[in-house]
């Protein structure tokens, strides 16, 4: 994997501070809030200083039922093409079900759901990935995403799964550390046990972010500042391998400058202390198998007379530093050894990468997964009864949250509407969001809203009203009315600012 160093998710509200933010070798930007023609000066800007720019994509679903779309994945080459990215990276989650797979309703989650860990979820998401990896001009890493649910009937474990579709398909692994302690906190999973059971030669880069605890339930917001928990799974990561790079996310909630930049140290300082430990453990092991070799050697049945394979350390071959080696040379190389701890100490690509055309799904896999997501979703947005085998409290706490985001977002693509509902905007799409799910994208959810309120004869003010009304004409039929957006969110702001 390429080597990318410290980076910092690019978003337009910190792009300024992220361009002046020292020590920043590479930065990641959302695919889908990114136009190939028209790419934001910032990023142009950073690029210009070799500033490696890296798309990460949200809406694929390539743990979906069905195959990746083409028009996304054509949208999403573009976007790479553009930002002369030298790798793409999605999510292991399904993000819609339902339609012509299962003659469900098409319903979309808005959010990052989790599949279920099973062979038939496995067989369908690695021939997806093989399809991604087939339209895309670079090479693609996936994400393990963070969860509030567990799916009944799980066959493997995190990394069970996760090795398994590296060694299958050959894709790299972005490493969430903040999603594994998210899944510790949620479903009991132990961090430790998951990074054990990686491969860890597929990690193309690694993610870094906060959240926060309610009720017993951890949710990763990345709108607060990086805890203490996280950066120990960071340092345990580093403890095993040295990652390509590593990155801080934050979406929102966007602290001082100097805070994001004490937050990158924190990083630092938990990949050196990790370091420290690989070098020493690392040490430990060449040591003892030089031992080993000595006595082997003493009694005429040394290591290189029976052929065996130097020792294994992180799951792959390690040499000795300073096995069978005059004192100098030893000590040469453990030098080398410690004076590496911050680099890669070996090139390595993605587990798999030889292996041959994997199985296809089984016969039905498809629709087994498609129904069960489906049904999943159903419960999650549109009310239906909770599938058998989930917790009913988890279940409801992500609807909760699935709505959460789906109004905060819809807030953020049409941000008249807060201005024209004021403090009811929220309360009044949470009501809508219990009976209208959607399913054609967050622009159209705004308009879907917008038109459902009206029709309801509300809101009871009247100017609010006659706003709303406006809004929805000139967005709902084929052609704006207006092609001043700004101006028109600036004036229903000072109107909105008066009547207070």
Not at 52 to 69: C, E, I, K, N, Q
Not at 398 to 412: H, I, M
């Amino acid at each position: 994997m390429e080597r990318l160093g410290t980076g910092i998710g690019w978003r337009p509200e910190i792009a300024d501070a992220v361009e002046r933010m020292p020590g920043i070798d590479w930065v990641e930007a959302v695919a889908e809030n990114v136009c190939p023609g028209h790419l934001p000066e910032s990023l142009e800007r950073l690029r210009e200083r070799g500033i490696t720019v890296v798309p990460h994509g949200v809406s694929l679903g390539l743990g979906g039922a069905d195959r990746p779309d083409e028009g996304r994945l054509a949208a999403l080459a573009e976007r790479v093409e553009a930002l002369g990215s030298p790798l793409v990276t999605e999510h292991i989650a399904f993000v819609r079900a339902g339609g012509a797979l299962t003659a469900s309703p098409r319903l979309e989650a808005g959010h990052l759901l989790p599949v279920p860990r099973t062979r038939d979820a496995l067989d369908v998401l690695c021939e997806n990935v093989r399809i991604a990896q087939e339209s895309l001009p670079v090479p693609l890493a996936v994400e393990n995403i963070a969860a509030l649910i567990s799916w009944p009937g799980e066959e493997m474990t995190e990394g069970q799964f996760l090795y398994e579709l590296a060694d299958r398909t050959g894709v790299g692994l972005l490493i969430d550390v903040a999603n594994l302690h998210t899944n510790h906190v949620n479903r009991g999973e132990d961090p430790a046990k998951a990074l054990a059971e990686l491969p860890l030669e597929a990690i193309a880069y690694v993610h870094v972010a906060g959240g926060f605890e309610r009720d017993g339930v951890w949710h990763d917001s990345h709108a607060h500042p990086v805890p203490r928990p996280v950066l120990d799974i960071l340092t345990d990561l580093a403890s095993r391998v040295c990652p390509p790079g590593v990155l801080l996310e934050r979406d929102e909630n966007f602290p001082e400058p100097a805070e994001l930049e004490r937050e990158l140290g924190a990083i630092r300082h938990a990949l050196e202390t990790g370091a420290v430990e690989r070098v020493k453990t690392q040490l430990l092991e060449a040591g003892s198998a030089a031992t080993r070799r000595a006595e082997a050697a003493a009694v005429g049945t040394g290591a290189g007379q029976r052929g065996e394979e130097p020792p294994e350390a992180g799951g792959r071959t390690l040499v000795a530093a300073g096995a069978g080696q005059p004192a100098h040379e030893a000590q040469a190389a453990q030098g080398r050894l410690l004076a590496g701890a911050g680099e890669q100490g070996e090139e390595t690509g993605a587990v798999g990468a030889t292996r041959g055309a994997f199985d296809l799904p089984h016969p039905g896999a498809r629709e087994r997964v498609g129904l069960a997501q489906a049904a999943l979703l159903s419960a999650l947005v549109a009310g239906t009864p909770v599938p058998e085998g989930f917790d009913r409290v988890r279940v409801v706490v992500q609807a909760r949250a699935l709505a959460a985001k789906r109004a905060d977002v819809v807030g953020k693509v049409a941000p008249e509407l807060p201005v024209i509902l004021g403090e009811d905007y929220r309360p009044a799409f949470l009501g809508y969001a219990q009976t209208h799910p959607m399913t054609d994208g967050y622009r159209r959810d705004a308009l879907t809203f917008a038109e459902h309120l009206l029709s309801a004869g509300r809101p009871g003010d009247t100017q609010a009203r006659r706003e709303l009304r406006e809004w929805w004409l000139e967005r709902s039929g084929p052609a704006p009315r207006s092609r001043r957006p700004a101006q028109r969110l600036a004036r229903a702001t000072r109107r909105v600012l008066l009547r207070r």
